[in-house]
Structure formats: structure tokens, C-alpha cells
């Protein structure tokens, strides 16, 4: 098994990336959300991931045979939130928190909650100008020892689009399960980074422009 690296082919996604962290225009840094609530766990299942045609890992390899990580295993946070280019977003954090090595690949499943309690389920990004990031083929498989994370960002459009004057009502918490498990937490969807919630603009036909990255390595990101 190859080990690849996911890594920005574009020179506009370079210079987006030297923006976000270089000039200050967005925040790279975690803090507590006010008076945000502590996750919370529903039950974990373990489920199989399909292999991927690479590999990368942050620290070794010799977690590439093994299962895929489920809920249990992990420990899920919002960092580097901020705000570039229209968008306004941070990296959904998946932590190996167990004794045991795991693997990720794929989507996290992401579902936005208003403060009322809506709920809309965040979309799969293909291109994202928040973390300088676009999707490449084939996923790659992210192999975790323990102690090791791996990243997903989640961005939206921080602007009314079209005829708007203003976005719905913003995500208050983000319910997240790591790909191929329905197991879920519950996290804060305050973004310190950007002084505000995650936003739940949509776009000019009124999709909503919120969604995730595929799973990837910090290494591959603005940081």
C-alpha cells in the first residue's frame, strides 16, 4: 500500500492558504465556546470502511490494516475556525482516543442544528475556498495510532446570496459521526475564529452552502 499525501494542485489554493494563516485574515486557534455544552455520545457501532488506493498516516504506518475508527474510539472537537474569501469555517478534529490503531476515509456525516432545533444535513464540499482544500481522487485513507487525529474541514458561505438581506438563523451545535459509523456526538458550532456560529446561508436557488471535506491530514491543510 502507497502512502500519498493530499496536497493543493492549484496556485490559487496556495495563495488562499498563505492568506488564511500568514496574513491574519482568519484565526487559527481553538477556544471555548460561550457557555457551549459539554459532547455528547450516543451509542457506537463498529462498521467496515471500504479500502482506499492510498494511505497516509500521520506518524506510522503500521495502522493502514486496520479497522475503521467508530464514535467510541474518538475524540471530536472544532479547531482553526476563521473566516476567508466569503466563507467561514474551522476543521472538524477526530482524535484516536483509544488503546487501539483505526483508519478513516470518506465524508464525516455532519448535520446542523439551529438553536430551534433544525436540522439540515451538511453537504459533501468538492472545493472548499476556506482551507484551501479540493477533493482529488482517490480518498485517501487517514491511519491513526493512538493519540494521532485526522481533519475534516466544515465551511459555509458567510454572505446572504441573491435578493437576501440576511442568512438564516446560524448552526448553534453540529452533530458529526466519523465516516461509515451512525454513532454521533454533538460538539459546539461556535467558530472563536470568526466571532460567530457557523452560518446557514444559502445559495441563490436556496441550497444551503454548508458541508465538509473529506477526511485528510493537518499537513495538508493551512495551519
Not at 481553538?30 to 492510498?54: D, F
Not at 479497522?67 to 479547531?79: D, E, F, H, N, P
Request: hydrophobic content about 35%; proline content about 9%.
Amino acid at each position: 500500500m502507497r502512502f500519498h499525501i493530499v496536497r493543493d494542485r492549484s496556485v490559487i489554493f496556495g495563495f488562499l492558504a498563505v492568506a488564511a494563516c500568514g496574513l491574519g485574515i482568519t484565526a487559527c486557534a481553538s477556544q471555548p465556546a460561550p457557555g457551549a455544552a459539554s459532547s455528547s455520545s450516543s451509542s457506537s457501532s463498529s462498521s467496515a470502511t471500504s479500502p482506499a488506493n492510498s494511505t497516509t498516516s500521520p506518524s506510522s504506518a503500521s495502522a493502514a490494516d486496520a479497522g475503521a475508527c467508530v464514535t467510541s474510539q474518538l475524540k471530536i472537537s472544532l479547531t482553526n475556525t476563521g473566516a476567508l474569501a466569503g466563507q467561514a469555517g474551522g476543521y472538524l478534529k477526530f482524535t484516536n482516543n483509544s488503546g487501539t490503531p483505526c483508519r478513516m476515509t470518506g465524508w464525516p456525516a455532519v448535520t446542523g442544528l439551529t438553536a430551534s432545533g433544525q436540522a439540515t444535513r451538511l453537504r459533501h464540499l468538492q472545493l472548499s475556498m476556506f482551507g484551501a482544500w479540493h477533493y482529488s481522487a482517490p480518498t485517501p485513507v487517514v491511519a491513526l495510532q493512538p493519540g494521532d487525529s485526522a481533519y475534516a474541514i466544515v465551511a459555509a458561505d458567510d454572505k446572504p446570496a441573491g435578493n437576501s438581506n440576511r442568512c438564516p438563523a446560524p448552526y448553534a451545535r453540529l452533530r458529526v459521526s466519523p465516516p461509515g459509523d451512525p454513532a454521533h456526538v454533538t460538539i459546539s458550532a461556535w467558530l472563536p475564529g470568526a466571532g460567530s456560529y457557523l452560518p446557514s446561508c444559502t445559495s441563490a436557488n436556496g441550497s444551503p452552502t454548508a458541508g465538509t471535506s473529506t477526511m485528510t491530514t493537518l499537513s495538508s491543510l493551512p495551519h
